[in-house]
């Protein structure tokens, strides 16, 4: 008669490692079957009987041989998973070279705005006296405008340069001083 057990007391019964009860598993030398991801062991008389004849000279070298199949096995997945991290480590270095370039570039255009700014501002102070009959606005106080409205900063440079570029008479650009001036208007189709 077949008895159920669990792979440790068959480990007991027959004499042998755990290792050796999954290898004969693995040669079909045991019946097996598996539950709930445990695995069981069928033991009978015939099964106790035909283990004990077997020498400890042959169990030794199967599970040698068991263990040596378990390393190899550990070394490519060792050999892998070397790969896949140097290939994410490299996947890595290029995104932050890209970041690094992207913001390189961000603040050189935001140096360029503040030097624009700074210039508009020092025109503005001088012909401030000039140009009281005209209603201006300075880029900080029409940026102040455009956020109060949700607009980023990209975009309200993007209206900025539009402007310019279809000659809205609001947006006076001077070319050779790189001077903008901005005349105070309710900018609803800006918004």
């Known amino acids: 008669m077949k008895k159920l057990v669990s792979t440790s007391e068959a480990s007991k019964i027959l004499g042998i490692s755990i290792q050796g009860i999954h290898y004969r598993i ?61 290939q994410e480590i490299k996947r890595l270095d290029l995104n932050q070279s890209k970041i690094i370039e992207v913001f390189k570039s961000e603040i050189t255009l935001l140096q360029q705005a503040y030097n624009e700014m700074q210039n508009i501002y020092k025109i503005e102070n001088k012909n401030a006296n000039q140009n009281e009959q005209f209603d201006l606005l300075n880029i900080k106080e029409f940026f102040i405008l455009m956020k109060q409205h949700n607009k ?31 005349y105070k208007s309710d900018f609803l189709d800006l918004i």
Do not use: C
């Open 152 to 182: 980023t900063d990209n975009q309200i440079k993007t209206i900025i340069l539009d402007r310019i570029k279809n000659e809205d008479k609001r947006f006076l650009y001077n070319k050779n001083t790189k001077e903008l001036l901005i």
């Open 26 to 86: 693995k040669k079909n030398q045991l019946e097996a079957i598996k539950e709930d991801g445990k695995t069981f062991v069928y033991i009978d008389n015939k099964t106790i009987s035909s283990s004990s004849k077997v020498p400890l000279q042959d169990n030794s070298s199967e599970v040698i041989k068991v263990k040596d199949e378990q390393i190899l096995l550990l070394e490519k997945t060792i050999k892998w998973m070397k790969k896949q991290y140097k």
